[in-house]
């Protein structure tokens, strides 16, 4: 069986590259892009990731809040999940999921947790 290809959109290189290594570290795939509209070109290629860690908050370039209205106009990635990663404080589980997304974790993400909610979401 193939492994499961994640994208990670996160505007810090740091926390990017540290999530891309602890997802290969468990045999995951992983495709990495700094903002919305590098992560949504992953969106448009083939084939289409199996699972999104999505930073809402980017200084610089288009937004988590950008990258969930676009993906829903892309036919093979509208049903793809997304975990959302935030620094908000006042985010909860009930706003995630009314913007469409499967989990939500707050910053600074530990790895067990982040584990568990990548598994529950790709039904592993």
Same mark, same amino acid.
């Given at each position: 069986?193939a492994?499961? $290809?994640?994208? /990670?959109?996160?505007? =810090?290189? /740091?926390?990017?590259?540290?999530? &891309?290594?602890?997802?290969?570290?468990?045999?995951? +795939?992983?495709? $990495?892009?700094?903002?919305?509209?590098?992560?949504? +070109?992953?969106?448009r290629?083939? @084939?289409?990731p199996?699972?999104?860690?999505?930073?809402m908050l980017?200084?610089?370039?288009?937004?988590?809040?950008?990258f969930?209205?676009?993906?829903? %106009?892309? @036919? &093979?990635?509208?049903?793809? @999940?997304? /975990? /959302? $990663? $935030?620094?908000v404080? =006042?985010?909860?589980?009930?706003?995630?999921?009314?913007?469409?997304?499967?989990?939500?974790?707050?910053?600074?993400?530990?790895?067990? @947790?982040?584990?568990? %909610?990548v598994?529950?979401?790709?039904?592993?």
């Open positions: 069986m492994a499961k $290809t994640i994208l /990670i959109v996160e505007d =810090n290189a /740091i926390q990017r590259e540290g999530l &891309a290594f602890v997802l290969r570290e468990e045999g995951y +795939s992983v495709l $990495t892009a700094a903002d919305a509209d590098e992560g949504l +070109s992953w969106l290629s083939e @084939p289409t199996d699972l999104v860690l999505l930073d980017v200084p610089k370039g288009r937004d988590g809040w950008f969930l209205g676009q993906r829903r %106009q892309i @036919p &093979a990635a509208a049903s793809v @999940p997304v /975990i /959302i $990663t $935030t620094g404080g =006042n985010a909860s589980e009930e706003w995630a999921a009314a913007l469409g997304a499967c989990g939500l974790l707050r910053k600074p993400l530990e790895v067990a @947790p982040l584990l568990a %909610q598994r529950r979401c790709l039904g592993a």
